[in-house]
C-alpha cells in the first residue's frame, strides 16, 4: 500500500521561502511520475510541478520561484518555494502515479500573508 504524507507548510510572509516534503511509505518505482498540485479556497485543484526520473516541469506561474526535488534513497520528493506571493496561498498537495493509480497525500496548508 502507498501512502504519502506532505508536511513543511505554514504561515509566511510575502517575498519569503517554504519548503514542502512529501514521504512515501510503500514500495514505489524511481520511473514514477511525482508532482505537487495545490488548491486555494473555492479553486480547482491546479498543478505546480512534476518529476520522474528523467524530467522536471513546472507550471508558469511558479516557474523559476519553485524547485521540485526527489531523494531516491529517502524516499522523498521535496518543493523548494521562493519568492512567495499572496496568490501563492493554498493547500499543497504530492501525489505519484504507480501502476497507473494515483495515490495523494492529505495536503499541507501554506499561507502566504503579511
Known amino acids: 500500500q502507498v501512502q504519502l504524507v506532505e508536511s513543511g507548510g505554514g504561515l509566511v510572509q510575502p517575498g519569503g521561502s517554504l519548503r514542502l516534503s512529501c514521504t512515501v511509505s510503500?514500495?514505489?518505482?524511481?520511473?514514477?511520475?511525482m508532482g505537487w498540485y495545490r488548491q486555494a479556497p473555492g479553486e480547482q485543484r491546479e498543478w505546480v510541478a512534476l518529476?520522474?526520473?528523467?524530467?522536471?516541469a513546472y507550471a508558469d506561474s511558479v516557474k523559476g520561484r519553485f524547485a521540485i526535488s526527489r531523494d531516491y534513497t529517502k524516499n522523498t520528493m521535496s518543493l523548494r518555494m521562493n519568492s512567495l506571493k499572496p496568490e501563492d496561498t493554498a493547500v499543497y498537495y504530492c501525489?505519484?502515479?504507480?501502476?497507473?493509480?494515483?495515490?495523494w497525500g492529505q495536503g499541507t496548508q501554506v499561507t502566504v500573508s503579511s
Open positions: 501525489n505519484v502515479d504507480h501502476r497507473g493509480r494515483i495515490y
Open positions: 518529476i520522474n526520473s528523467v524530467n522536471t
Open positions: 510503500g514500495n514505489i518505482f524511481s520511473s514514477d511520475d
